[in-house]
């Protein structure tokens, strides 16, 4: 009955989702109504002390990210840099591959070490944009971004400073190159497959003779009257929060040792704060901060007169998407501690295979939990001595472990209710009707590449 009641909230959460419910309103619903089903006396208890503190955890932490993140975006419209980057690359690589171009910019930005929020309030103007000047469905625009953002350089890719890489690296000890031909031989997979599905979509929408689309909420507005910039100029923000989000976070330990505090008045209590918690946010803070002053310093002229209203739109998609994602991450920690996902780990950690059995756990939780970094933290925390000790059994290096554990993470997690779905389809304006499907195949194709992974290292013992 236990392993019921966490599968029937799950159900219920992705369907209010895919309908097109707030999931701000309906996460709670459904994290409570699992909790009263099992019990009823711990309701408030697990709503005030377990829902809302993960909850507000995760705003603590990544609101400022989410905002600022939403404003660069929006300053990257506004300037015209987006319009310029887009002519130029549509100029160089052509219309038929704008669908690589996104992915590529997208990639790029992940890989610098830009949080995937943030390279979606970034990219899509870009997208958008180009998708419009090329006739492209916008419906397809949440796909193509997922595939750039949220897979091989999110988990797959050796040295990606994405968290879901950085985890299994406290557990396995390794590092983030872990397995490196085997990240490299999953990130292609991911890619040439991927393209070729975006792209087929993309040929049976020009053949019914579909267009970009009218009617869109959250449509990026493009001012003709801007000249168009140098793309050199244009891509300089770009560059800018790349480079500087690798220095801050190299760095930036460093400066403050182990721990961080500060004191405002002489014989008050210092504030103190964990550096390892926060110097990589606040590296990807201050890289924004930079990013956002390049473009108004280059582009003043162009977003002076516009900045005042769409710092509004840029504050509202920030607070749509960070409560969004807060939710289902509360949502998360609460079906963790039923007693009916103690069952799912007990059945999953019965798989023989190593790596099967690693593979299907993590993707699996991250698919429950609806968070990659959240499924993995959870299944390695709760599992990764059987898994050391079973891969100490068969002879697999712990690097391989690493590696498969990673990708995992990246594989079930994007269902309707995940947090960065969610937020992808608010900040393009979209619905999940309306663009889920293609995000699923992208699901799909990340998921069936853990498995191929995990085939070449088996057929050829390189990793």
Request: aromatic share 10%.
């Amino acid at each position: 009955m236990s392993f019921l009641i966490c599968l029937a909230a799950l159900g219920f959460l992705m369907l209010v989702a895919y309908r097109g419910f707030s999931v701000i309103l309906f996460a709670p619903v459904a994290a409570i109504g699992a909790v009263l089903l099992t019990d009823p006396s711990a309701v408030p208890v697990i709503f005030s002390g377990l829902f809302m503190e993960k909850m507000v955890g995760f705003i603590k932490l990544y609101f400022p990210v989410f905002l600022l993140g939403a404003v660069f975006g929006k300053l990257i419209e506004l300037s015209g840099f987006s319009r310029s980057i887009v002519s130029s690359i549509v100029k160089l690589l052509g219309p038929a591959r704008a669908v690589l171009s996104i992915v590529l910019v997208g990639a790029l930005l992940t890989y610098g070490g830009v949080s995937l929020f943030v390279v979606v309030f970034a990219v899509y103007p870009f997208g958008a944009e180009m998708f419009r000047q090329v006739g492209i469905p916008k419906r397809l625009l949440p796909a193509v971004v997922a595939l750039g953002a949220f897979s091989f350089t999110m988990d797959t890719l050796p040295g990606t400073p994405q968290i879901q890489n950085i985890i299994p690296t406290t557990f396995f000890h390794t590092t983030a190159y872990a397995a490196p031909i085997l990240g490299i031989v999953g990130s292609l997979f991911m890619l040439v497959v991927g393209i070729s599905y975006l792209e087929f979509r993309r040929r049976q929408a020009q053949k019914k003779g579909e267009g970009y689309g009218e009617g869109h909420i959250n449509e990026v507005v493009v001012d003709e009257t801007v000249p168009l910039v140098s793309p050199f100029l244009a891509l300089l923000p770009l560059v800018v929060v790349g480079i500087a989000n690798l220095i801050f976070a190299r760095y930036i330990p460093g400066w403050f040792g182990t721990t961080a505090s500060a004191t405002l008045v002489d014989g008050a209590a210092a504030v103190t704060v964990p550096t390892s918690t926060w110097a990589a946010i606040w590296s990807v803070q201050a890289a924004l901060l930079l990013g956002i002053l390049t473009v108004v310093v280059f582009g003043f002229k162009a977003i002076a007169g516009k900045f005042a209203g769409g710092s509004k739109d840029a504050v509202a998609g920030a607070l749509l998407a960070s409560l969004n994602t807060a939710t289902e991450y509360g949502f998360g920690a609460v079906i963790a501690a039923l007693p009916g996902f103690l069952v799912i780990k007990s059945a999953l950690s019965a798989i023989p295979n190593p790596l099967v059995n690693e593979a299907i756990t993590v993707t699996t939780l991250a698919g429950i939990t609806g968070s990659a970094s959240g499924g993995l933290s959870i299944a390695l925390a709760a599992m990764a001595d059987q898994f050391i000790a079973q891969a100490n059994a068969h002879g697999i290096p712990l690097e391989v472990m690493h590696r498969v554990a990673s990708m995992a993470s990246g594989g079930m997690d994007t269902l309707p209710h995940n947090g960065a779905v969610i937020t992808l389809l608010a900040v393009t304006g979209l619905s999940h009707r309306q663009s889920y499907g293609d995000i699923f195949a992208i699901t799909l194709i990340k998921t069936a590449a853990v498995f191929f992974v995990i085939g070449f290292y088996y057929l050829t013992g390189l990793y």
